[in-house]
C-alpha cells in the first residue's frame, strides 16, 4: 500500500486556488499516497481544503495523510497523519486514530528512531532529506547508503524525502525506497500529470 509516488501539497507552490486543479492533475497522474501539508495559519481554510482534498483522493482511491494534525486528520477523516520527531507523538496518534490508521514517522538519518517508530506502530518511516530541497533546504541531510541498512534492518515501509528529482529517483529508488515523497519536483511543473506519471514510472526498473 506505501507504494510509489507519495505526493506533498505545498501551500508556497499552491496557493488556494490552484490546489485542487493541481492535485487532480497528480492523482490523474497515477499519486499513489497524498499528504495535505500547510503550515500557514487558518483552520477553517485548512479544514475547507482538506474536504476538498479528501473528496477527490476518494474519487481516486488514494489515502489522504494530513501533516503534523491530528484533529484535522480526525475531521476530514483522513486516511492518516504525518509526524515529525517534535510533533505530537506517535502512541497518542495510534491510540486516538486506530488501528488502521496510516502514520508516518521522520526519521532524518537515524536508523535508531526508525527502530522506536517501528516498535511504537509505525505504518511507515520517512528518511532525508536525500538532496538540496528547494521546499525545506534546512532539512537535515541524510546518505543514501542509509536505505540500504534501512532495507536490511526494518520490516515496514521505507519513504524517501528531500529533493526528489526525475533525475535522481532512481538512486534512492533503487537502494531501497518504496515511495518518494515529492513536493517541489511535482507541484512546480508545468504538466503535473505527466511528472507524477513519469515519477512513477521509474519504480517499474526495479
Ligand atoms: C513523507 C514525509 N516525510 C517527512 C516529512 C517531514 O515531517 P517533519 O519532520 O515533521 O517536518 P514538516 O513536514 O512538518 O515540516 C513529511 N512531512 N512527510
Ligand atoms: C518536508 C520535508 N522534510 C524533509 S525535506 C522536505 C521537503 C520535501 O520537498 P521537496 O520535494 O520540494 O524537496
Ligand atoms: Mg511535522
Known amino acids: 500500500m506505501i507504494k510509489g509516488l507519495y505526493a506533498i501539497t505545498d501551500a508556497c507552490l499552491l496557493p488556494p486556488d490552484q490546489l485542487p486543479g493541481a492535485v487532480e492533475q497528480a492523482l490523474r497522474g ?7 501539508r500547510d503550515k500557514e495559519p487558518g483552520d477553517a481554510r485548512r479544514l475547507e481544503q482538506a474536504l476538498h482534498l479528501k473528496r477527490l483522493c476518494d474519487r481516486y482511491s488514494v489515502p489522504l495523510l494530513i501533516n503534523d494534525d491530528l484533529a484535522l486528520a480526525k475531521a476530514c477523516q483522513a486516511a492518516g497523519v504525518h509526524l515529525g520527531q517534535g510533533d505530537l507523538k506517535l502512541q497518542q496518534a495510534r ?7 496510516l502514520i508516518g514517522i521522520t526519521c532524518h538519518d537515524s536508523l535508531e528512531l526508525a527502530r522506536e517508530a517501528q516498535q511504537g506502530g509505525a505504518s511507515y518511516v520517512a ?5 538540496h530541497s528547494h ?4 532539512a537535515p541531510p541524510a546518505p543514501l547508503d ?3 541498512r534501512a532495507r536490511s534492518q526494518l ?3 521505507l519513504v524517501a524525502i528531500g529533493g526528489i528529482t526525475v533525475d ?6 533503487s537502494r531501497g525506497a518504496d515511495a518518494i515523497a515529492v513536493i517541489h519536483d511535482l507541484f512546480s511543473s508545468r504538466d503535473i500529470e505527466q511528472r507524477a506519471r513519469d515519477l512513477n514510472r521509474i519504480f517499474d526498473r526495479f
Open 30 to 36: 497515477g499519486v499513489r499516497l497524498l499528504q495535505y
Open 95 to 101: 491510540a486516538e486514530l486506530g488501528p488502521d490508521a
Open 146 to 148: 542509509l536505505l540500504l
Open 135 to 138: 521546499t525545506k533546504p534546512d
Open 155 to 157: 520490516h515496514l515501509p
Open 127 to 131: 528518511f532525508g532529506r536525500f538532496f
Open 168 to 173: 535522481n529517483a532512481a538512486q534512492v529508488i
